[in-house]
């Protein structure tokens, strides 16, 4: 996520044909229900789906992309990050268009390489976003359960089962199953303990962020 992320946020930093559009289009499926992203993709990636008619049509063979144990959880991972990514890009996109212009120009001047101006000014300088997109992806990364509901229900087998969604099926099985509700509020409690700590550590460097903008 922080990956992709960075590296949508340098591309749409630059000057570019339709950056405003092409802003709006990465933020859009944030504004979707994560219900709707599920069922959008997987009427994409079921195996009498789009992606695999495009797939046949070439000659090739279908992909079980949510039946199959080897591609089920890369399939969620990808959806999760096309859903979500739009967001984290707008944090780092910030913090891109915080740093200095005259910065670039220096370095420019000096002839450095663009590979070194990212590694020695960029990224530095980018830290403090990028601290707070990985707690925030982190926290986020946790409590995912709807779009891993709607596209494979946690299967084939355990294989897309996060903590959520073994919580909602322990707890909350199908009739005919036995319900454990001790063991789902002793799970909940586990994820509750994690997600405190996260948002203690987020609270912890944006006031130390914010403290450190005071004394400059």
Known sequence: MIFFSVLTAVILNKKIIGRGFFRS???FPVLLSPVVVGLIWQWILLKNGAFNAIIESYGGDKVSFLTDPSWAMASVIF???WAHMGFYTLIVLAGL???PPNLYEAAEMDGTSRERIFF???LPLLMPNLLVVFILASIKGVQTFDEIYVLTGGGPGTSTSLIVQYIFTTGFASSGSV???GLAAA??????VVLLFLTLMQLYFSRN?????QEI
């Open 25 to 27: 289009v990465f933020f």
């Open 79 to 81: 959806v999760s990050i």
């Open 97 to 99: 268009q915080a740093i």
């Open 120 to 122: 020695r000014i960029t």
């Open 179 to 181: 319900q454990n509700f």
């Open 187 to 192: 799970a909940s409690m586990v994820l509750g």
């Open 209 to 213: 962020k914010e403290s450190k903008h």
